[in-house]
């Protein structure tokens, strides 16, 4: 079969298409800045397991915020934090710290998400001292771990060692 160059064209249609459709918009995952975004996007479409945990944000009923940093204390590479007490809003923060190589910060990113799950699914994004119990019980308290958290968690680990998995089985197709 002859390819005729209206298959051509419409290739080009489709390739256009699904570059829009990898940048689905996230209504309750928002980066706040351009290197948050970028990481996100390039994290959903190149890792089955963060784009998982993007949808567990994405179903939930409390936003994430995602900045970009260029310092957090006790040498952390990423963090969660609580926002919003008492103002009847649940959200959450994620900070990552910049200057990261782009697979780095993914790979950080989903860390911090899978701590996402964790409160999501105890159902106590609206307490940071829930928050906290929650990690002095699910998590081991540690100094110097690979985020510099006070309390860590075995899945955050294993999320980390997957996405990176992930990551190196998908290569970057295209520069952003
Ligand atoms: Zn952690």
Redesign the pocket.
């Known amino acids: 079969m002859m390819v005729t160059p209206v298959a051509d064209e419409s290739l080009a249609v489709q390739v256009a298409t699904s570059d829009v459709d990898t940048g689905t918009t996230l209504y309750k995952l928002r980066a706040t800045d351009k290197l948050a975004s970028a990481a996100i996007q390039e994290g959903r479409q190149r890792s089955a397991t963060f784009a998982s945990l993007v949808e567990i944000v994405e179903r939930s009923d409390t936003l994430v915020y995602v900045v970009s940093v260029h310092k957090l204390p006790h040498d952390m590479v990423?963090?969660?934090v609580h926002e919003g007490q008492g103002s009847g809003v649940r959200y959450l923060k994620v900070l990552v710290l910049m200057g990261m190589r782009s697979e780095r910060m993914i790979v950080v990113l989903a860390?911090?998400l899978?701590?996402v799950r964790e409160v999501l699914d105890a159902g106590i994004s609206n307490s940071q001292s829930a928050m906290g119990e929650l990690f002095s019980r699910i998590?081991v308290p540690q100094l110097g771990?690979?985020?510099g958290?006070q309390?860590?968690?075995k899945s955050?680990?294993e999320v980390m060692a997957l996405v990176a998995r992930e990551l190196r089985t998908h290569r970057r197709v295209r520069q952003p």
């Open positions: 990423g963090c969660l860390h911090e899978q701590h998590g771990t690979v985020t958290e309390f860590e968690t955050a680990h």
